[in-house]
């Protein structure tokens, strides 16, 4: 069964951090780009992070700086380290596994709340 399972999450006061982690099973993550996209209530879904199957990363203008994506092949897991955590990155983040545009795997998401 393929499964990316979400882990830490949680609510964090504005310039705080967190470490995000999606486990991978079912298939051959190798073999995949990886990526966090996000959706806030009220928006769309949107690409945080992404990371390919040799570890080149790009991220979205708005994180670049402060979150930084990594993948451990051997313990198929990816991590997103967000770091000066913003009320504007509270939202529902998704962990993304993608061969091609017809062969994507998501994550069951985890909310991420910035506040005081």
């Known amino acids: 069964q393929v499964q990316l399972v979400e882990s830490g999450g949680g609510v964090v006061q504005p310039g705080g951090s967190l470490r995000r982690s999606c486990v991978a099973s079912?298939?051959?993550?190798?073999?995949?780009?990886m990526s966090w996209d996000r959706q806030a209530p009220g928006k769309e879904r949107e690409l945080v992070a992404a990371i390919s199957r040799v570890g080149y990363t790009n991220y979205a203008d708005s994180v670049k700086g402060r979150f930084a994506i990594s993948r451990d092949t051997a313990k198929k897991t990816v991590y997103l380290q967000m770091n000066s955590l913003k009320p504007e990155d509270t939202a529902v983040y998704y962990c993304n596994a993608r061969n091609s545009p017809a062969d994507v795997y998501w994550g069951q998401g985890t909310q991420v709340t910035v506040s005081s």
């Open positions: 079912g298939f051959s993550c190798s073999s995949y780009a």
